[in-house]
């Protein structure tokens, strides 16, 4: 959802193939309403990723970061969490981190993208886009569950 974000809210600057108007013909048709199960829902969905897209805007670099950040975790220290009733932990799979140990974690990507943006811009800025990017992640999380679960059924 990051990368759609991008391409249809970052602006002019964003470099992606192919980046015309069959592109935005065929993902702002995804977002022509009504497409999920309630008004609000949509509202939420469409705000979110135009906060995300403006936020990040052409920035490829900061993209894959925040994108491959998310992936791995952004920022999660929290142990795997036990559905059983029981408190069977044998049926919980170990964090990706710890079953490859050679590549980075979430929070080795958040900070790789924060140490990238405080090189790229005034400190003050970068704090501000990182603390931004951050915030942004419970949301996306709400409309990427809304654009894939509640969806109209058409």
Same mark, same amino acid.
Not at 150 to 154: T, Y
């Given at each position: ?9 970052g602006g002019?600057?964003?470099?992606c193939?192919p ?6 013909q065929k993902y702002t048709?995804l977002?022509k309403?009504p497409?999920a199960?309630s008004?609000?829902?949509e ?7 135009r906060?995300?897209g403006a936020t ?6 900061m993209e894959v ?11 999660d220290l929290?142990p795997?969490?036990?559905s059983?009733p ?6 919980v799979?170990?964090?990706?981190a $710890?079953?490859l140990p050679?590549?980075? *974690?979430g +929070?080795?990507?958040s900070l790789? #993208?924060h140490r ?10 970068a ?7 951050e915030?942004? $992640?419970?949301p996306?999380?709400?409309? *990427?569950n +809304?654009f894939?679960y509640?969806? #109209?059924?058409?």
């Open positions: 959802m990051a990368a759609v974000a991008v391409r249809m809210f002019p600057d964003v470099d193939f980046h015309n108007h069959q592109f935005y048709f977002l309403s497409w199960s008004l609000e829902f509202s939420e969905a469409e705000n979110t990723l906060n995300l990040i805007g052409g920035d490829k670099r970061l925040f994108t491959s950040a998310i992936m791995r975790g952004f920022r929290s795997p969490a036990c059983s029981d408190g069977d932990m044998t049926s799979q170990a964090s990706l $710890i079953r050679d590549l980075l *974690t +929070t080795q990507f790789l #993208l990238y943006l405080q090189y790229s811009r005034p400190q003050a800025e704090v501000h886009i990182f603390q931004k990017l915030s942004l $992640i419970p996306l999380y709400g409309a *990427t +809304t894939y509640e969806r #109209l059924k058409f």
